[in-house]
């Protein structure tokens, strides 16, 4: 009989496999062979057999790796430590072969060899070494280029869509912009000083693709402040034959109600478009994001641990996104000087803001209130006027 | 001014004298030391220096209880095998 018959079990199903990926590195890694003893163990106890936290980095990082133990070093000595590392992943997740057999070697010589790619961090993630393994992983990744991502309370490693590399709807440079932020905020992202964690992740367009709305403190999506591009050819070619129902799958389903359709031209009210991307996406070869691009700012989103789940809200409707992004990181500035200031211990900032106010928020960070500072489509701006109109 | 010495000397005594006590974060420790100081005498910009030659000499370093922490630099007890 096997070994591990509770564990076995996940190996039933259709679904690929995490248990048979690792015994699949068992065959040649002692880590593995441990791991999956002590998984078994937890399965029948029905209790977790790790610790965690504590003292785990490499000299002068204070993000990067996460600490590991196991309670039963005894049973199962070559998990006794079980860290992870979080490698900081190339803008957009393009590798050539020669980097991801790169990092696989490092990864089978110096650890468990099991990888997880990506986390929702954005991180390329090495899981399982031992703490004497660090210093020389953190030297050979150093000297091949790469460097560690973000952990604790610091700048997570920052993440975004292949925008321009791939997508012919991104507004603005996602990639270089991912890259220009991991530089400059070196110092935020290896040596955290924060009250908490501060994720930046960006996405071209309002698809957007690495859900930044809902996963990160700053989400910065590209958008447009002109007209639609509209092709009236291409719109009727949508339209010959029933290819698409203009009627009912595009203007039908505008959630602003601002198109309409006669059958044979297609209008837009682009005053009351919310760009939402809905109609471009269905006719990409009619529709086109304007010509005048750039991003919106949105903070504040975490997944729940203290209070419910938050998506980030608007805080820049539209802001110019080319390098060296002055404005923007001046902006930034100005918010992490606030939050340092007045963010409570583990309160991530859109907690923050909840707790003070944002119309507080947003005079405390020096922007003008407009009324596209809502929470979710549709809801009432959260500023008051009057009293800005008092002032006149 | 006080000199980066001195911040760097009472920072390094502050984080020792919450050893084994007090799981002791960033925010937390510059805002003792401006207070300590006075704002005249010591800015945000000097205790993240200050902090940041202590790591790099590893007289002090970071650890994590429910978000980053500095301390002392020991044997994690979890690591004894
Ligand atoms: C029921 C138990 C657990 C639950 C529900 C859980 C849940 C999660 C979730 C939701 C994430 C974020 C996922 C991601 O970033 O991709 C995460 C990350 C992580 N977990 Fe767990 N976890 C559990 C147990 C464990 C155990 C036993 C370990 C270690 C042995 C562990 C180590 C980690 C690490 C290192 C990360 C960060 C990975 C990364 O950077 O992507 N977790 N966990
Ligand atoms: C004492 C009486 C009433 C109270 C306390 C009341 C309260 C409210 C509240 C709190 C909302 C939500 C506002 C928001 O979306 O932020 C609302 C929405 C609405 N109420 Fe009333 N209401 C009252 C009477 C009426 C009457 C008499 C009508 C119609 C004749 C009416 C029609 C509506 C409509 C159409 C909406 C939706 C507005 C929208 O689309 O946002 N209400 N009401
Ligand atoms: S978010 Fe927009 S620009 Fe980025 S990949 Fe998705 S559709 Fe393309
Ligand atoms: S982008 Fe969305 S809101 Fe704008 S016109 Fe198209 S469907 Fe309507």
Same mark, same amino acid.
């Given at each position: 009989m096997s070994d591990t018959p509770m564990i076995d079990q996940l190996e039933t199903g259709p679904w690929p496999s995490f248990i048979k990926d690792i015994k699949r590195m068992a065959e040649k890694n002692a880590m593995c062979k441990d791991l999956l003893g002590l998984l078994e163990m937890s399965y029948k106890d029905k209790k977790t057999h790790w610790k965690h936290g504590g003292i785990v980095g490499? $000299? &002068?990082? &204070?993000?990067g790796i996460i600490g590991r133990y196991s309670d039963s070093p005894e049973k199962f000595p070559n998990v006794s430590h079980f860290h992870t590392v979080r490698v900081n992943q190339p803008s957009a997740w393009f590798y050539n072969t020669g980097a991801l057999r790169y990092l696989c070697d490092l990864w089978e010589k110096h650890g468990s060899g099991l990888t997880n790619l990506h986390g929702s961090t954005g991180d390329f993630v090495m899981l399982g070494t031992t703490t004497d393994q660090l210093e020389p992983i953190f030297t050979d990744l150093s000297e091949h280029g790469w460097d560690l991502g973000g952990s604790g309370s610091d700048v997570r490693t920052p993440s975004c869509c292949n925008g321009m590399a791939r997508c012919e709807f991104a507004c603005y440079d996602t990639m270089n912009l991912c890259y220009d932020l991991t530089n400059e905020y070196q110092d935020e992202l290896h040596r955290p000083a924060f009250p908490y964690k501060f994720k930046f992740k960006m996405s071209?367009?309002? /698809?957007?693709c690495v859900a930044s709305i809902a996963r990160s403190d700053c989400s910065i999506i590209g958008t447009w402040r002109d007209d639609i591009q509209q092709d009236d050819a291409a719109v009727a070619e949508y339209a010959k034959g029933g290819k698409v129902d203009i009627a009912n799958d595009v203007v039908g389903k505008c959630p602003t109600g601002c198109m309409s359709w006669n059958g044979s031209k297609l209008s837009i009210d682009n005053k009351n478009? /919310? $760009?939402?991307m809905h109609c471009i996406n269905v006719m990409p070869k009619a529709l086109r994001p304007g010509k005048d691009k750039g991003a919106m700012i949105l903070l504040g989103a975490k997944a729940p641990i203290v209070q419910g789940a938050l998506l980030s809200s608007v805080l820049v409707p539209f802001i110019k996104m080319e390098p060296p992004y002055e404005e923007f990181k001046d902006l930034i500035r100005r918010i992490w000087e606030f939050w340092d200031e007045h963010g409570e211990n583990r309160e991530r900032i859109g907690e923050m803001i909840v707790r003070i106010g944002k119309g507080n928020f947003v005079e405390e960070v020096g922007l003008e209130p407009v009324p596209a500072m809502i929470k979710e489509p549709r809801s009432n701006p959260y500023i008051f006027y009057e009293e800005y109109f008092d002032e006149e | 001014m006080a000199s980066l010495e001195e911040i760097k000397d009472y920072l390094f005594h502050k984080v020792e004298s919450y050893a084994g006590k007090k799981q002791v974060k960033v925010p937390h420790l510059t805002q003792e030391i401006i207070e300590h100081f006075g704002e005249a005498e010591c800015s945000k910009k000097d205790v993240k220096e200050a902090l940041k030659e202590l790591i790099d000499e590893e007289k002090l370093v970071y650890g994590y209880y429910g978000g980053t922490t500095i301390e002392l630099p020991h044997v994690e007890g979890s690591a004894n095998a």
């Open positions: 490499v $000299r &002068g990082y &204070g993000g071209g367009c309002p /698809n957007d478009c /919310n $760009r939402c | -």
